[in-house]
C-alpha cells in the first residue's frame, strides 16, 4: 500500500534536517518519532517533521540512518541528501538574531493576546459576581436557585479563565524577554573568548580521530595497564568529523576577530600568564578579591585563607589590581566589555488582580441558606430608600436585625453609624464581617431570640433599619420585637410586604393602629423591587420611638 511513497529526508545547514513528501496520517511520524528511529519532532510552526537544533549543525548521520531505514523497511521508498557544506559564521549569527527578533515578536503578540482573553474573562466574572455582589445568598429550594447556581457556574469559569489566561500572558512576556539575552551575552568578549577555547579543544580532538591515536592507561606506579588503539576515522564517522572541523575554523576565524576588535577598542583585557603576576589582587566572580601566589597555564593560584590556594581560571577574572606599575603606584585594568547600545524595551503585560476575584467567589461559596430563611436582601435602591427616611447622622447608634450580608449595615456605617447586626446564619453572618468591617458588632442568633435588652451591645438604638422575613406575618412579629430596642426620639424603618396595609387579621389591625397611633406612615416601595429573587409587593413603614 506504501510501496512507491517516496519520502526524502533531507539536510543542509540553513534549514536543518527536514522530512519532505510525508502527509497527515500516512505513518511516517509514526516511525520516525521514536528514538531508536531517530526522535524526529513536527514542527508547527512550519507544519514539517525534523531534527530539533539541527540548523548549522554538522548533519546527525545516526538519526538520519535509522529514520531512512525503518521507513524503508515499512515500504517507503526513502531518498537522503545531505549537504554539509557550512556557512559562514557571520551569515549564520545574521540569520540567528533575525529568528530570535521574529520569536520575540510572536511571544509579544501572544502575551498581549494572552492578556487581552484574561481581561475579557476577569470583566466577565465581574460582571457576573455583581448578583452575588449585592448579596443575595443562594435560597435553596427557591425558584431562583437554578438560575444563581448557573450563574455562580459561570462566574467561576470565568475566574479560572481569567487566571490561566493571566498566567499565560505574564509567562508568554517573560519568554519575549529572554529571547536574545543568550545572544547578547555570547556576543560579549569573555564569552567569546571561552568559546574560541572550547573550539581549539574539539579541534585538537577532531584532528586525533582524523589521524588516529592511543590512549594508554597506567597503573598506580606509571606503568601501562592497556592501551587503547583508535584507528583514523572512516566512512559516515569521518566526513562528520571533516565536516565539524571546517565549520569550526570557520567560527574561530569570525570570533577571533570580534575578539581582537574588543581589545583593540579597550573593551576587554585578555589576562593571562603575560600580565598577571604574583602578588597582584585578582577579582572573580563579580565579588571575590584574592591575592595571586602562583601563576599558571591556564589559571592562577589564590590566597584562600587556608593550608591550599583556590584556582582561577583567567577567563573567569573580571579585574586585577597590579602593584607593579613602572611609575609606582598601583595600575587597576579591567575586563568588563563597554557599554552596548540599548535593549528593546521590556515586554510587559498589566497583571490582573485575580487575588480580589478569588475572594469574592470564595465569598459566593458561603452564601447559601434554606429557600425557608426567606434571605431576600435589600437592593441598593432599597437600601438608599430605607437611609433616606431614617436620616442617620454620623455616631448615631444604628441597629440592623436580620441583616443577612449585611446590605443596609454597610450603607449605615459608610454614614458614620455606629452599627450593630443580629444574623442567624453563620455563613452569613461571615459574609457580613468580610463585607462591613466597619460594623460594631455581629449577634449570631435568631433576633426573636433578644427577650432582654441587656443581652446586646446596646441597651436601645437611636435607629433600627431593617429587612425582615415576610410570611405568615414574620414582618409583623419581627418589626414589634425591634421596637423594643429603639431609643426615646428613635425611629425604626423597615420593608414590610404591602399585604400588612390590607390583610384583616387581628395582627395586623393592631399593626396598623400601632402605626397611626405613633404618628408612623407607609410607603409604597416600586413593583419588582426585590426581582428576579422575588416579585412580592413591598411598603417601607417608619415608626417613630413612644413617646
Known amino acids: 500500500m506504501k510501496r512507491g511513497t517516496l519520502i526524502t529526508i533531507k539536510h543542509n545547514h540553513e534549514d536543518g534536517t527536514l522530512v519532505y513528501g510525508t502527509r497527515k496520517g500516512d505513518g511516517v511520524y509514526d516511525l520516525i518519532r521514536k528514538w531508536e528511529n531517530g526522535n524526529f519532532k513536527f514542527f508547527p510552526s512550519i507544519r514539517m517533521i525534523g531534527l530539533r537544533n539541527s540548523r548549522d549543525r554538522v548533519a546527525d ?35 540567528r538574531a533575525d529568528r530570535l527578533d521574529d520569536r520575540r515578536d510572536a511571544l509579544e503578540r501572544k502575551a498581549e493576546r494572552h492578556a487581552g482573553e484574561a481581561a475579557a474573562a476577569h470583566d466577565r466574572a465581574h460582571q457576573i459576581s455583581e448578583r452575588f455582589a449585592a448579596g443575595q445568598p443562594i435560597l435553596v429550594g427557591h425558584h431562583s436557585e437554578r438560575g444563581a447556581r448557573r450563574d455562580r457556574k459561570r462566574m467561576d469559569a470565568a475566574m479560572r479563565k481569567s487566571i490561566d489566561e493571566d498566567k499565560a500572558a505574564q509567562s508568554a512576556a517573560d519568554r519575549a524577554n529572554a529571547v536574545g539575552r543568550q545572544m547578547a551575552r555570547s556576543a560579549t568578549p569573555a564569552v567569546t573568548r571561552r568559546r574560541i577555547e572550547r573550539a581549539e579543544a574539539e579541534l585538537r580532538q577532531i584532528q586525533k580521530n582524523l589521524d ?82 602562583k601563576v599558571n597555564t591556564v589559571t592562577v593560584a589564590v590566597e584562600s585563607g587556608y593550608s591550599w590556594p583556590d584556582k582561577v581560571k583567567f577567563t573567569d577574572i573580571r579585574r586585577v589590581d597590579c602593584p607593579h606599575g613602572e611609575n609606582g603606584p598601583a595600575v587597576t585594568t579591567t575586563s568588563r566589555p563597554a557599554k552596548k547600545a540599548p535593549a528593546r524595551p521590556k515586554v510587559e503585560v498589566a497583571k490582573l488582580d485575580t487575588e480580589r476575584l478569588q475572594a469574592a467567589a470564595q465569598t459566593v461559596s458561603n452564601m447559601q441558606v434554606g429557600a425557608g430563611r426567606e434571605a ?52 452569613l453572618a461571615n459574609v457580613l464581617v468580610e463585607r462591613v468591617p466597619g460594623v460594631n ?51 425604626l424603618v423597615a420593608v414590610m410586604a404591602a399585604g400588612v396595609l390590607h390583610h384583616q387579621s387581628k395582627a395586623a389591625e393592631q399593626f396598623r393602629a400601632l402605626v397611626e397611633e405613633r404618628d408612623g406612615w407607609f410607603e409604597e416601595l416600586p413593583e419588582n423591587s426585590f426581582a428576579p429573587a422575588t416579585g412580592v409587593s413591598t411598603v417601607v413603614v417608619v415608626i417613630p420611638a413612644e413617646q
Open 441 to 491: 458588632c455581629v449577634r449570631r442568633q435568631d433576633f426573636l431570640d433578644l427577650e432582654q435588652v441587656e443581652q446586646v451591645e446596646q441597651e436601645s438604638y437611636d435607629r433600627i433599619v431593617m429587612n425582615p422575613p415576610f410570611s405568615g406575618g414574620k414582618d409583623i412579629l419581627h418589626v414589634r420585637h425591634a421596637l423594643r430596642f429603639l431609643n426615646p426620639g428613635g425611629r
Open 376 to 427: 431576600f436582601v435589600s437592593p441598593s435602591t432599597v437600601v438608599d430608600r430605607l437611609l433616606g427616611l431614617a436620616e442617620i447622622e454620623p455616631g448615631m447608634t444604628v441597629l440592623e436585625p436580620s441583616a443577612g450580608t449585611g446590605n443596609i449595615a454597610l450603607a449605615a456605617v459608610v454614614l458614620g453609624a455606629v452599627v450593630d447586626c443580629v444574623e442567624i446564619d453563620n455563613g
Open 212 to 293: 588516529g591515536y592511543e590512549r594508554r592507561h597506567l597503573d598506580y606506579a606509571g606503568n601501562p595497564r592497556y592501551i587503547e588503539d583508535h584507528a583514523p576515522a572512516q566512512g559516515d564517522y569521518r566526513e562528520m568529523q571533516l565536516a565539524r572541523k571546517a565549520q569550526l575554523e570557520n567560527q574561530l576565524e569570525y570570533d577571533r576577530a570580534q575578539l581582537a576588535a574588543a581589545i583593540e577598542a579597550g573593551e576587554y583585557v585578555m589576562w593571562d600568564k603575560h600580565n598577571v603576576h604574583v602578588g597582584d589582587v585578582v577579582h572573580y566572580w563579580g565579588i571575590r578579591a584574592r591575592t595571586v601566589v
Open 61 to 95: 548521520r545516526w538519526a538520519i540512518n535509522a529514520a531512512a531505514k525503518a521507513l524503508r523497511e515499512a515500504g517507503f521508498e526513502v531518498e537522503v541528501e545531505i549537504d554539509d557544506e557550512h556557512r559562514d559564521r557571520a551569515q549564520v549569527l545574521e540569520d
